[in-house]
């Protein structure tokens, strides 16, 4: 045998060796560089403006059925009643009985929506007002939106489906009446579904192609909500699934995002 040859075999072979082990930490490095520079460049685009919430561990999907405020003439009447300073007012009920509809005897002056005692006030001409929260005004000041709770999170249902949650017309800064419907919600408690982080729905929606090139995207707030996106206005029970709402703030306004908790998914309620 050969043994001058085989020495230089395996002179070769562990010089080739060690060529390929530094090739790998070669790359190894640049991709962590690349990583990195990703990692600087969403903390620049991405600024989160609150505290992040905690992840809860008792969260179901939700049942919600409309109820038939003919049902309920008591409650309603009662709401009726009252003098022009506590706000009387007329209440008719749709053919379904499924929508609440009051008309003050005289308008309401609007103060600042985002003060809880004018949001209070308002409430307190509704059914079952303190199972609402404010969310939004219409682009055009023609209404303000309120949703539901459920176990104090927010209840938002599609726009597709035609539902009015609880608006109150707007006119000429003063509030003429509202538009109601309320459902009876209920979830399973022994079927918890497991969530995604707060942070990581962030993410989800950090990497959305319409938010990218941001340099002032800003995470206003975000809170666990649930969410029904059907478009059937017939469909019974409507099915809620949690999700994170998110508001972000940018150049040019703010928006709500909705990001499905179970799946990652951005989910649309318009």
């Known amino acids: 045998m050969n043994w001058s040859r085989t020495k230089s075999i395996f002179i070769i072979c562990f010089l080739l060796l060690d060529v390929f082990l530094v090739f790998e930490m070669y790359m190894r490095q640049q991709d962590e560089s690349i990583e990195g520079l990703h990692d600087e460049k969403r903390q620049y685009n991405y600024k989160i403006d609150t505290v992040m919430p ?89 209404s303000l939106k309120f949703v539901q709770l459920y176990q104090s999170r927010p209840v938002f249902i599609s726009s597709r489906n035609k539902t009015q949650m609880l608006d109150f017309t707007v006119r000429n800064k003063q509030v003429t009446g509202f538009h109601q419907s309320y459902l009876k919600l209920s979830s399973n408690k022994h079927s918890h579904v497991d969530l995604i982080e707060a942070s990581q729905a962030i993410n989800y929606l950090a990497d959305r192609t319409d938010l990218v090139g941001y340099n002032l995207l800003h995470i206003k707030a975000i809170q666990l909500c649930y969410v029904n996106t059907v478009g059937d206005e017939s469909a019974e029970p409507l099915i809620f699934v949690p999700a994170w709402h998110i508001v972000v703030h940018t150049v040019s306004g703010t928006t709500d995002y909705f990001i499905n908790a179970v799946s990652g998914n951005v989910q649309s309620i318009n």
């Open 54 to 142: 905690t992840l809860p561990k008792d969260v179901t999907f939700l049942r919600g059925t409309r109820i038939n405020f003919t049902q309920k003439k008591e409650a309603i009447s009662g709401l009726s009643t009252g003098d022009i300073v506590s706000g009387k007012q007329k209440m008719t009920v749709n053919e379904n009985g499924q929508q609440l509809t009051g008309t003050f005897a005289k308008p309401l002056a609007l103060g600042d929506i985002n003060n809880e005692d004018v949001q209070k006030n308002l409430l307190a001409k509704v059914y079952q007002g303190q199972d609402y929260i404010y969310w939004q005004s219409a682009d055009d000041k023609s």
